[in-house]
């Protein structure tokens, strides 16, 4: 009797839901996906989602092949809504043209990655570097000028701003790299050390110094 | 009623997101909020960077092909069906995108090897 029930329960169509139910969970449904939607474009506008990188590589260099995916992603996108909007239906079928143009899209971009996968430039931030160079360490009151070279690596912009540290009193530089000693007459710079520094211009952070001491 | 309220409120969820989303990016993009530094530069294998013509062709074909679907979707949309995207069309854009790959390949991959060699 119990396996006869059994099998009459499995075997029986579910019991109909009524209209309201249906309704009550499409409502639920959309409200959960409007507020997600309001919540996301909320913290991507006050940047708590930051979208700082989204078309970078990890050395955080912009990203070609990231831009026409998030180009054609969005359009693409646009144009299903637009259709299922005047249709009010999804349209079917999608066209082979458009499935070949998001193929296209997509390998270009993984292709792109192994490019770079492959290249050690292509992983994470680029080691760039300033290295000054001087012909000596040591000047006099009075004495010759020294000049000296920057060499950058790893940045577009190869220019640097020579500076001194302390900035006055212990003679000058130009943006040539040419040190020039105080005069003689400065005696109470006898004996005292001068930091020049060679900052990139293209990143201030990468920078080098040479310490020159006043005899 | 319910059926067609709801309809009519998703395609407004959707329209906003969608267009919320989108001019936000554009938005970020113009001020410098999303990074595009060197969007236009390769890199070659020392680290050096260049300004690449493969990165500008391929920004006007992404751009060409994007607005002229656009077009083609808001003209054909009472159809009820994505337009399909004609094969020279496909052909170019994949010409471009092999152009972009192979150029950034060159330099980031072979080039220095062959400077090395001269």
Do not use: C
């Not at chain 1, 193929?103 to 300033?130: C, E, R």
């Not at chain 1, 005069?183 to 020049?196: D, F, N, Q, S």
């Not at chain 2, 994007?66 to 496909?90: C, E, H, N, W």
């Not at chain 2, 092999?98 to 390949?105: E, F, H, Q, T």
């Amino acid at each position: 009797m119990l396996l006869l029930l059994l099998l009459q329960a499995t075997q029986s169509a579910p019991p109909p839901v009524s209209s309201a139910v249906i309704n009550l969970a499409a409502w639920v449904a959309l409200g959960f996906l409007g507020l997600m939607g309001i919540a996301i474009l909320y913290y991507v506008f006050t940047g708590k989602i930051d979208l700082g990188g989204l078309i970078s590589e990890p050395s955080g260099e912009a990203s070609m092949s990231r831009f026409q995916l998030l180009i054609f992603t969005f359009v693409i996108a646009a144009s299903f809504f637009l259709i299922v909007v005047t249709k009010s239906g999804f349209p079917d079928p999608i066209p082979q043209g458009v499935l070949v143009l998001l193929g296209i899209s997509a390998s270009s971009y993984l292709v792109s990655k192994g490019i770079q996968a492959s290249s050690k430039q292509g992983l994470g931030p680029q080691d760039s570097s300033v290295t000054v160079k001087g012909s000596q360490t040591t000047t006099t009151l009075g004495g010759q000028t020294i000049q000296f070279q920057a060499d950058v690596v790893g940045l577009s912009d190869e220019t640097v701003t020579w500076t001194l540290d302390p900035a006055t009193g212990r003679g000058t530089i130009d943006q040539t790299g040419l040190y020039t000693p105080p005069p003689a007459t400065e005696t109470e710079a006898h004996g005292k050390k001068v930091v020049i520094q060679a900052a990139a211009r293209e990143d201030v952070s990468v920078k080098d110094t040479v310490t020159i001491e006043l005899l | 009623m319910f059926v067609g309220q709801i309809i009519s409120l998703v395609k407004w969820e959707v329209f906003v997101f969608l267009g919320g989303l989108a001019a936000i990016i554009a938005f970020q993009l113009l001020n410098g909020q999303i990074n595009t530094r060197y969007l236009l530069y390769g890199t070659q294998k020392d680290g050096t960077k260049y300004f690449s013509t493969e990165r500008v062709q391929l920004l006007l074909f992404t751009l060409g092909v994007a607005v002229f679907y656009l077009s083609d979707v808001m003209q054909k949309r009472q159809s009820g069906a994505l337009p399909d995207i004609s094969t020279q069309t496909l052909v170019l854009l994949g010409g471009s995108h092999a152009v972009y790959l192979g150029g950034k390949a060159y330099m980031m991959l072979l080039k220095n090897v062959r400077k090395g060699e001269q």
